[in-house]
């Protein structure tokens, strides 16, 4: 019978510790899961707001919307050209048009460029024929960016060939380029 007793008293014990365990382990996970829900929300809200602006791109036909931006990449040993840009976009309902200025400046050559973009807002993005002269000769690209709330976000891919225009890869990942706002001139 004292056996009984003391086999009891220490299925109590392991009961108590395996239920304190499992309390743990539970904890754990709820943890866990608000911090994934937390997490994702967070992802939603940013995506919202990506998108919240870009509708507000497109504006009513007749109606222009402005927008300037710069950048300003100072040369490195891995990206060894300093490349200073400036770029206009006028929207006018889905259309967009506007100006690209720029200097590059490296090891091997300085030279400025400037053309006109044309193109349209295609959902959260903005396609662009950038129309140029580089050292005197004429090229035409498309290029891919997207308004993130006052920063507009070039995304640069690989380019290839495709009749007189050079055309993004966009089965690479985009190395992306950052423009801060500025004042229009």
């Known amino acids: 019978m004292w056996y009984v007793k003391e086999l009891l008293s220490k299925s109590a014990k392991y009961i108590k510790n395996y239920f304190f365990e499992i309390g743990v382990l539970f904890s754990i996970l709820v943890l866990a899961l608000v911090l994934i829900k937390l997490v994702g929300l967070e992802k939603n809200t940013e995506k919202r707001e990506v998108n919240s602006h870009t509708d507000s791109l497109l504006s009513p036909s007749g109606v222009l919307k402005t927008y300037c931006f710069y950048r300003d990449q100072k040369a490195t040993p891995e990206a060894p050209y300093a490349v200073q840009e400036h770029v206009q976009m006028t929207i006018n309902g889905a259309s967009v048009a506007g100006t690209k200025t720029g200097t590059q400046s490296g090891p091997d050559m300085t030279n400025g460029y400037q053309g006109t973009l044309v193109g349209e807002v ?14 005197g000769s004429a090229q035409k ?7 993130r709330s006052d920063w507009l976000v070039k995304k640069r891919y690989a380019l290839y060939e495709n009749g007189d225009v050079l055309v993004p890869n966009k089965t690479e990942d985009p190395t992306l380029i950052v423009y801060k706002p500025e004042a229009c001139s």
């Open 122 to 135: 295609k959902g959260d993005e903005i396609e662009v024929i950038f129309s140029y002269v580089i050292e």
């Open 141 to 147: 690209e498309l290029e891919v960016y997207e308004l």
